[in-house]
Each structure stands twice: as C-alpha cells, then as structure tokens.
C-alpha cells in the first residue's frame, strides 16, 4: 500500500470563500482520484486527477466548482470554490497502485461550511 | 439511482460470533467488487475484493461470497473481535464509467458493532 496524506485534516470556512485540499502520496501512482462523502451518504466520485492534463469529472460536478491539479504523479490539489453549507463534507483523495481496481485511500478532510 | 446498495444501516453482533454483511447491485456490467472498512475520522481501508469470476475470496477471518445470479455479496467475519467495529462499505467497479474500469459505486455502508 502507499502512504496518503491530506492537508488540512479539517477545516470550518465562510459561505462564499474558497478551501484547496492537498493530496501527497509516497510514491509514483498512475491514477488519483477525489471523492466526496456527504454527512450520512455514501462516498461520491468528483473526478480523476490526470497527471499532466485536466481532471475528468463525473456527472453533477464542474470544474469551476472544483478545480483540481495533479502537477506530478505524487500530489494533487482539489479545490471546493464558492461554498455554500450544501459543501460541507469529508472529502477524500485516492490512488491506484499496481492492481488495477484497488484503491487506497487519504485519511480526508473534514469541511464545514457555516 | 442507487446502483450498489447495502440495505442495513446497522448490525451489532457479540464478539466471538460471525458477522454477516450484505450487499445488493443492481447494475450486471460490474465485474469486480471490494469490501473497505472506515474507523471515524480515517480514510476507507481496503479489506478484501472478488472478481466476478469467482464466488468465494477468503483471507484469514474475512470472506467474501459473490452470488452473479442474485446480484448478491457478502462479506463473512469469523470470529468477529472488538477491533472489527466500524462502518463497512462494499463497493463496485466495472465497465460502467466514462474513462476506464477504476471508477468504484459504493454502497451507503453498514455500522458494525462487536459487543465484547
């Protein structure tokens, strides 16, 4: 497995500012990923960080909402714009490694928004 | 539309005993399921997983069943310990999604409770 840290673990923001979450991981990995879990939902796909090429989002989330970057293949950021409390959320990065269908996920970060 | 779903919120199960976790899809394009385990405040930890081409996967206390017809798994933990109390996820992958087969559709989860 890899080591996966997020920055911060935990954060309480304003309506309508705007929190980047940092993704590193302790080795080169192909693909990163961001998920969302909403309070009592389950885990939700945002997008695929591409290394080097925009991020491919799924289905109900845009990139002006949440911007990410994946400058090399050991870090990504996502960023959660313009938030409302419907953001509120722990949202977590994850990695493949050499097994093409597990992933390993970050410890998340826990975002309120008042 | 709830693809993977896992209809108990909650289980509690005395220690020593099997724990029984269940799991229904609904979608037959997925070809390959997991099994992570979340403490609060973690990431999900991966735990076990099972192509569709198998109908058991054991490792150590944990197995888990995959029943294609029924569109059915489980997940087996024998004997459960203290240390097992968690939120259980199963989750999906398959050729269901826009880039490749990594995207994985989780279930709602399933609060474990081992009572010593």
């Known amino acids: 497995s890899a080591v996966i840290s997020q920055k911060p673990s935990r954060d309480i923001c304003q309506r309508g500012t705007s929190l980047t979450i940092q993704c590193q991981v302790d080795?080169?990995?192909?693909?990163m990923f961001w998920y969302r879990q909403q309070p009592g939902q389950s885990l939700t796909l945002i997008a695929t960080?591409?290394?080097?090429?925009?991020?491919?989002?799924e289905s109900g989330f845009v990139i002006d909402k949440f911007p990410i970057s994946r400058p090399n293949l050991t870090f990504s950021t996502l960023t959660v714009s313009n938030m409302s409390p419907e953001d509120s959320s722990i949202y977590l990065c994850s990695v493949i490694l050499d097994r093409a269908y597990e992933q390993y996920f970050g410890p998340g970060t826990r975002l309120t928004v008042t | 539309d709830q693809q993977v779903k896992q209809n108990s919120p909650s289980l509690s199960v005395q220690e020593g005993r099997i724990s029984i976790l269940n799991c229904d899809y609904t979608?037959?394009?997925?070809?390959?399921f997991l099994w992570y385990k979340k403490y609060p405040a973690e990431g999900p930890t991966f735990l076990i997983s099972?192509?569709?081409?198998?109908d058991k996967n054991e490792d150590g206390r944990f197995t888990v069943f995959l029943n294609k017809s029924a569109k059915h798994l489980s997940l087996h933990i024998v004997p459960s310990q203290p240390g097992d109390s968690a939120v259980y996820f199963c989750?999906?992958?398959?050729?269901?999604?826009?880039?490749?087969?990594?995207?994985?559709?989780f279930g709602t989860g399933t609060r474990l409770t081992i009572i010593p």
């Open positions: 989750a999906a992958s398959g050729r269901v999604s826009n880039f490749g087969n990594e995207k994985l559709t």
């Open positions: 080795s080169q990995v192909t693909m």
């Open positions: 979608n037959s394009m997925f070809d390959y």
């Open positions: 099972i192509s569709s081409i198998k």
């Open positions: 960080a591409n290394q080097g090429s925009e991020a491919t989002y």
